[in-house]
């Protein structure tokens, strides 16, 4: 665990999000204070206990009662570990149906950093609705790292071993963490149901 500043992990439903217990330990030798948000689809691929061990922090999914408290810090930058083609679809419109699109259009408001990285089949990724969604999100400053040529062929029905862009979320995220940390953060999300 860190002192530094707080990254949320939001991990979705896709075959990538099963290795988030292997980068959390390299974030938080950078300097992140790691904290995990699942959608309810991303549960079913993360270790909840292990990311609680690693992160000293309980994995969320749902939204909080409004009289329970914060049992998270608050964020300084979020990464969406893997992005599905319905989590970038949804968070495009606005749609804050589970806790993690809820602190993703929270943070988007608030001006705070974030970085996507997709993981569609490449016949997805090609859908019009996608492209207009990662094009939205770029405008509103969201770093997403997507290389169309990863995604293999357009018939792909599963992802390779190994193609997930890890190094390249990595070296965003360590710039994202030099700058943070040579500026002082101004705002931070309020939490809400975390």
Not at 36 to 51: C, E, N
Not at 67 to 89: C, H, K
Not at 120 to 136: G, K, Y
């Amino acid at each position: 665990m860190s002192d530094g500043p707080v990254l949320y992990l939001i991990a979705c439903g896709g075959r990538p999000a099963k290795d988030l217990p292997a980068l959390i330990p390299r974030l938080q030798k950078d300097g992140w204070t790691v904290c995990v948000i699942a959608t309810p689809s991303g549960t079913k691929f993360i270790p909840g206990d292990a990311l609680r061990d690693l992160t000293g922090h309980p994995v969320r999914s749902e939204y909080k009662r409004p009289e329970d408290p914060d049992v998270l810090p608050p964020p300084d930058a979020l990464a969406v570990v893997p992005a599905t083609f319905n989590t970038i679809n949804k968070w495009a419109q606005g749609a804050s149906d589970t806790l993690a699109l809820g602190l993703l259009n929270e943070a988007i408001g608030l001006g705070l950093p974030i970085v996507a990285v997709p993981w569609p089949n490449a016949a997805l990724a090609r859908h019009p609705a996608f492209v207009r969604s990662v094009a939205d999100l770029r405008s509103w400053g969201v770093n997403v790292i997507l290389d169309p040529e990863r995604l293999s062929a357009p018939d792909r029905t599963k992802e390779p071993e190994g193609d997930f862009p890890w190094n390249d979320l990595t070296e965003a995220l360590a710039n994202l963490l030099q700058h943070l940390t040579a500026h002082q953060p101004t705002h931070k999300a309020s939490n809400h149901g975390a």
